[in-house]
């Protein structure tokens, strides 16, 4: 049996991309989780004026936790994951293991530093 998102969190965990076809207000498939992750933090966000791309940070077992939220058909979305990736690079962390929530194929190769598992 598949564990669910909340259970695939363990401390090994740095953060989570999250690649779906639909705008956060729209409440995409995950998206109750997610929020319950990181403590209604979706949820409180201004979710009525959303971005093909947003950012969240957040603690998991004590250590920095981040949330990376893209659509995928934005035009921007190699750049924005690079910049992320880029981004995450730095904070104080002993981890590098991000989960990937996504239909659309992020090459693991590019981000070698990091180990990435898909859902």
């Given at each position: 049996?598949?564990?669910?998102?909340?259970?695939?969190?363990?401390?090994?965990?740095?953060?989570?991309?999250?690649?779906?076809?639909?705008?956060?207000?729209?409440?995409?498939?995950?998206f109750d989780q997610i929020d319950y992750l990181f403590n209604g933090l979706l949820?409180?966000?201004?979710?009525?004026?959303?971005?093909?791309?947003?950012?969240?940070?957040?603690?998991?077992?004590?250590?920095?936790?981040?949330?990376?939220?893209?659509?995928?058909?934005?035009?921007d979305f190699e750049k924005d994951i690079d910049e992320t990736f880029?981004?995450?690079?730095?904070?104080?962390?002993?981890?590098?293991?991000?989960?990937?929530?996504?239909?659309?194929?992020?090459?693991?190769?590019?981000?070698?530093?990091?180990?990435?598992?898909?859902?």
């Open positions: 049996m598949d564990k669910s998102l909340t259970e695939q969190i363990t401390p090994e965990f740095l953060g989570i991309i999250w690649v779906t076809k639909d705008q956060l207000n729209k409440r995409p498939k995950y949820t409180h966000s201004n979710l009525a004026a959303p971005h093909k791309k947003s950012i969240y940070m957040g603690k998991s077992y004590g250590r920095p936790f981040f949330l990376a939220h893209f659509e995928e058909t934005s035009s880029n981004m995450v690079q730095g904070l104080n962390s002993g981890s590098k293991k991000i989960l990937v929530i996504s239909d659309r194929n992020i090459n693991a190769k590019k981000y070698k530093n990091f180990s990435l598992q898909t859902f």
